[in-house]
Nanobody, 111 residues
Framework: QVQLVESGGGLVQPGGSLRLSCAAS????????LGWYRQAPGKERELVAR???????NYQNSVKGRFTISRDNAKNTVYLQMNSLKPEDTAVYYC?????WGQGTQVTVSS
């Protein structure tokens, strides 16, 4: 059974940083592309960042230069380092592989 478990969300002031983690089980992690998505209230879920099995990355334009996606295949974990956070980054962040989604972790950016 494939399972994705996110952690690391929370409340942070504008300009602050958070690191999200997503631990995967039940999959051959190293051969999978993984993504981080987010969904703000009243909005559709959107791709934030994606990393291929080979480590290639792509980002939504609004987070380029502020967010970094990375993976540790030895730990079956994908990370999202978020710096210079803005109120508009407030959302539930989800980890994704194929058709599998994690439960989400809330990120709130507010003073």
């Amino acid at each position: 059974q494939v399972q994705l478990v996110e952690s690391g969300g929370g409340l942070v002031q504008p300009g602050g940083s958070l690191r999200l983690s997503c631990a995967a089980s039940g999959i051959t992690f190293s051969i999978k592309a993984l993504g981080w998505y987010r969904q703000a209230p009243g909005k559709e879920r959107e791709l934030v960042a994606r990393i291929s099995s080979g480590g290639s990355t792509n980002y939504q334009n609004s987070v380029k230069g502020r967010f970094t996606i990375s993976r540790d295949n030895a730990k079956n974990t994908v990370y999202l380092q978020m710096n210079s956070l803005k109120p508009e980054d407030t959302a539930v962040y989800y980890c994704n592989v194929g058709l599998i989604w994690g439960q989400g972790t809330q990120v709130t950016v507010s003073s």
